[in-house]
């Protein structure tokens, strides 16, 4: 269940009090960035980047700035906000001096195309400085996944005939790894090879939600690893070539450092991020946090994108999906995400949608059920417009239910849709998330019943949001719309009953 969202409720956990404001900051242009690696400048540039966002500079202050990487990092910053390359890009500029190939920092994501997202932002600057950054997210064969993460030493029936290998043992090929936490148990557990042992920095983005879910004890298997120098949570290490295994060792000691007893340095040093962080202690814990830095957007637990514009369509719920038509409609060939709040309501609205042929809706279908990513879905959907020619501004629209409203960055979206209204202020949050990003605006209409509209307000006022206007669709459109329905043998195949999805 989601926690509570009190008005103005104070934090428990006394670091959770005094916080960095992340809204004091503002954009940076790269040449004023204190340290910033010139090659990193020209990979950002790359980008079409030409300034730090105000959660990057906060983040980099706290790094590579003045804070010099001292405290753990729990960075509440909104949707859009580029929490990505916050921590990208001072892990990336650190471990740009580094002497040795290992793997020393570890991305953490609760999805595969959240993380195959994130790889893509490391794989655009950890080039520039020499380092390399792999996956883990089961996305192709553990046998191919195991050849780019891994090094090995040349054996032929369990016999090493090259001397060289055999003194170097296995070597990881990549410096970062971006994973899920069941593929990464798979690598902890059976790959041969695979260390945590040097692991410097480990950052756990979408936080609550990774603790939410145990993901077969993936965090504690991971602290336990880089607490110490204990093999014996890696069978296989032991029972394989203990002699040449691992000629880089990192020690950490146990002991007083800067005060804290009992820590283990060097430290691993960890980053948890969300637009929508936890503040419970007991989950928190889980992280067994280093004299935590909390940085956050405003007084506000939660905050919404600046320039997102928060609407309410007010619809009888018999035409609930004719209003849906229309206001699509109305968006003039804009790209939206539709929200629903199951995988079925998904489909079934999905091909009610497309029953409308006229209307020369182009609308893909996303949910939790579907293999292909997020990406590959707006892809065809894009490529399906060269194909057939239609016109430009041809509305694109995808459904979807919760499956991607965490961290999906899908470029150009300028409007999301409620059509369930959202249960949660979270589940608000991340939809919404989806335009308004990197300082764009964006538009998020929900669709109500009038007796609807009480709940939600007061769910908006949790991000302190009083002023969500009405949204006239035409009540015209939407009885063309009816008349089109219902000569169409529409209600054949969908009784409008059964399109009211709550
Ligand atoms: N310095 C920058 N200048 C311009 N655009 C940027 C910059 N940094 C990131 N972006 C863009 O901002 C968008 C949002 O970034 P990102 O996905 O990291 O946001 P986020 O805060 O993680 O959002 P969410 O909470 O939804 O996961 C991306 O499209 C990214 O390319």
């Known amino acids: 269940m989601e926690e509570s ?3 103005k409720s104070v934090p428990v956990l ?3 009090r005094s916080p960095v404001d992340i809204t004091h900051f503002e954009d940076c242009p790269f040449d004023l960035i204190p340290c910033l690696d010139p090659r990193l400048k020209v990979a950002l540039q790359k980008l079409g980047f030409s300034s730090l966002l105000p959660v990057q500079i906060a983040v980099w202050q706290e790094t590579i700035g003045p804070g010099a990487f001292e405290r753990d990092l729990c960075i509440n910053s909104p949707t859009g906000s580029g929490k990505t390359l916050a921590y990208a890009l001072p892990i990336v500029q650190r471990l740009s001096t580094r002497a040795i190939k290992c793997l020393r920092a570890l991305i953490v994501l609760p999805t595969r195309d959240l993380a195959v997202q994130v790889k893509e932002v490391f794989a655009a600057i950890a080039p520039a400085v020499g380092l390399s950054v792999g996956l883990a997210v089961g996305q192709s064969s553990i046998s191919h996944e195991i050849s780019e993460l891994i090094k090995r ?3 032929e029936a369990g016999i090493c005939y090259d001397r060289e290998y055999l003194m170097q043992g296995f070597e990881s090929s990549v410096d970062i790894l971006v994973a899920t936490p069941g593929r990464l148990m798979d690598h902890i557990t059976t790959t041969k090879g695979f260390t945590l042992e040097h692991l410097c920095y480990l950052v756990v983005d979408e936080t609550d939600r990774m603790l939410r879910e145990e993901y077969q004890s993936w965090l504690p298997t991971v602290l336990k690893m880089t607490r110490s120098h204990d093999e014996s ?5 032991n029972s394989f070539f203990p002699s040449v295994f691992g000629p880089l060792k990192t020690i950490r000691r146990c002991g007083v ?3 804290f007893k009992g820590k283990c340095y060097p430290r691993l040093v960890k980053m948890v991020l969300s637009a929508t962080l936890t503040r419970d202690p007991s989950k928190l814990a889980q992280l067994d946090l280093h004299h935590p830095l909390f940085l956050t957007s405003g007084k506000r637990r939660y905050q919404l994108p600046e320039k997102l514009e928060s609407y309410r369509v007010i619809c009888e719920s018999k035409l609930k999906p ?12 804009e790209k939206c995400i539709v929200f629903t709040s199951s995988v079925e309501s998904t489909h079934r609205l999905c091909t009610l949608l497309n029953f409308f042929g006229d209307l020369k809706l182009k609308i893909k279908e996303y949910s939790g059920l579907q293999r292909q990513s997020v990406r590959s879905v707006i892809q065809v959907n894009i490529l399906q417009q060269d194909i057939e020619g239609l016109p430009e501004g041809e509305i694109q629209v995808l459904v979807s239910s919760d499956a991607m409203t965490r961290g999906m960055d899908v470029e150009g979206v300028r409007n ?3 059509y369930d209204r959202p249960p949660f202020i979270k589940t608000y949050i991340h939809r919404a998330g989806r ?3 990197a300082g764009q605006a964006g538009r998020c209409f929900t669709l109500l019943h009038r007796d609807e509209v009480k709940r939600f307000r007061k769910l908006l006022q949790k991000v302190d949001n009083d002023s969500c206007p009405v949204y006239t669709v035409p009540s015209s459109s939407v009885e063309s719309l009816h008349s089109i329905y219902v000569s169409g043998n529409f209600l054949d195949f969908f009784p409008i009953d059964e399109l009211i999805m709550h």
């Open 257 to 259: 450092e800067r005060g």
């Open 233 to 237: 949570i890696m069978p296989h290490v």
């Open 5 to 7: 969202t009190a008005k």
């Open 435 to 437: 335009t308004a990003r």
């Open 153 to 155: 030493p040349k054996f």
């Open 416 to 418: 999301v849709i409620n």
């Open 322 to 333: 004719l209003y849906l038509v229309a206001l699509l409609q109305n968006l003039g060939g």
């Open 14 to 16: 006394p670091w959770m």
